[in-house]
């Protein structure tokens, strides 16, 4: 989850609609409530953080998350596996982890996520129990909690509903894998192999009361400046500097307001050029200098024309810079969608349960609009509209994560909540 949170914006308390009939979540079945159930949740969060799993070399994760569906009273013709490691550029040892199980009761199908990869910062991590928290006992490590805590508490309750004998939808657990490295689980899932969901709801960083319902999308972004090397001293004019090149481009985006924080006619994005490299001595005019830069924007036009400008600006600055026979310049710009940007209505029926559930579970709905991507990005533009939770993690990525407990359990009631489609 290395995803910014845009604005946050606190839901009205709407009233429940219909009155439930049901039990709340967390009040029916035998392994949803209790000191016995809490306990076992957090063996299992700790038993998942300290499998190694960095995206791509998710083999080990993905078999023990099978292991113990199996060993929960999941038929194995339940279980299948996606072909990411087909159709990913990281290839990869496994495919994400797909279980359907048929409704008790006919009802829409939905989907409950959560991501297995972890940051390669996590592996070795030793979770330890501290108060309220689980952290990592080694320090050099990150805790893992992003996204183990998601893949834990949708484990939970598909093992709490395959234990129960009572009534719940058709439903989709799907644990995704190289979440971290580009989404690319969920960009190719194909959605006839998860049954066809009409809605999903995916578990990852934060707060469970925050109710992702869109993001923002982004181009990556590979500039090549190619020049002509000379000496610098003796034949400066016969040089084409590539870093001259680069430097009227980036001056060029900078003045004309497309570089950073970008407001134009109403629309809004940002990019940035975060990355240059270049040369390897002042006597030498450099003749290669490679950048790396990002372009986002909610909107998919404008994110377009974000990307426009700056491949522009490059070519214009290629020409401006001539050695003594004329010689320019050359620029190569390589781009590609890194995630495309979403957005939910909030009369959407999956935000609708999403917000009906975090309350039958005594919390307030947050929405909340990210400015970065989540796997929820892929499956939202792809047509299946899913909203993101959080689970209880602080400072991902850092050696400094840490599990907050009770947030951790709430979202376990949550996705209970939703697995039985209590809210409905
Ligand atoms: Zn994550």
Redesign the pocket.
């Known amino acids: 989850?290395?995803k910014r949170t845009a604005r946050k914006k606190p839901t009205k308390n709407r009233t429940t609609k219909k009155t439930n009939k049901r039990k709340p979540a967390g009040a029916r079945g035998s392994n949803s409530s209790g000191k016995q159930a809490s306990t076992a949740r957090l063996k299992l969060v700790m038993e998942l953080m300290a499998v190694p799993g960095p995206s791509g070399e998710e083999k080990e994760i993905i078999e023990t998350v099978r292991k113990k569906l199996i060993a929960g009273g999941a038929k194995p013709s339940m279980i299948t596996l996606d072909d990411t490691p087909k159709k990913s550029p990281l290839g990869g040892n496994s495919g994400g982890l797909i279980l359907k199980l048929p409704g008790k009761r006919g009802a829409p199908r939905r989907l409950l996520m959560a991501?297995v990869d972890t940051v390669p910062l996590c592996v070795g991590c030793k979770p330890v129990r501290k108060g309220n928290l689980v952290v990592s006992a080694d320090k050099t490590t990150a805790l893992g909690a992003?996204?183990r805590a998601?893949a834990s508490v949708i484990l939970n309750a598909a093992l709490s509903v395959l234990k129960s004998k009572e009534s719940h939808p058709p439903l989709t657990f799907y644990w995704p894998v190289q979440?971290?490295v580009g989404l690319f689980g969920a960009r190719y899932v194909s959605f006839a192999k998860l049954g066809n969901p009409k809605f999903g709801f995916n578990f990852?960083?934060g707060k469970y009361e925050k109710v992702t319902i869109g993001a923002t999308g982004a181009y990556r972004i590979g500039i090549e400046v190619h020049g002509l090397a000379s000496h610098a001293g003796i034949a400066p004019e016969r040089g084409v500097s590539a870093i001259a090149i680069a430097g009227l481009a980036i001056a060029d985006l900078a003045r004309g307001g497309w570089h950073g924080d970008i407001h134009k006619n109403g629309h809004h994005g940002t990019s940035n050029i975060g990355v240059i490299n270049g040369g390897a001595a002042t006597n030498v005019v450099t003749d290669s200098v490679h950048l790396r830069a990002e372009a986002r924007s909610h909107n998919r036009k404008f994110r377009k024309k974000i990307l426009d400008e700056i491949t522009k600006a490059f070519r214009r600055a290629a020409k401006q810079v001539a050695n003594v026979n004329g010689k320019t310049g050359k620029v190569k710009i390589t781009s590609r969608l890194d995630y495309e940007s979403f957005l939910l209505d909030e009369n959407d029926p999956c935000v609708q349960a999403a917000e009906q559930a975090i309350r039958q579970v005594g919390g307030t709905p947050i929405t909340a609009i990210a400015n970065g991507g989540?796997d929820a990005n892929w499956l939202s533009a792809r047509g299946l509209p899913t909203v993101t939770f959080g689970c209880g993690q602080v400072n991902?990525h850092m050696v400094t994560e840490q599990l907050d407990i009770q947030q951790f359990e709430k979202a376990c009631d949550l996705a209970l909540a939703l697995a039985q489609g209590d809210e409905a």
Request: aromatic share 0%; charged share 40%; glycine share 16%.
């Open positions: 989850m290395p991501h992003d996204d998601g979440e971290e990852d960083g989540v991902p």
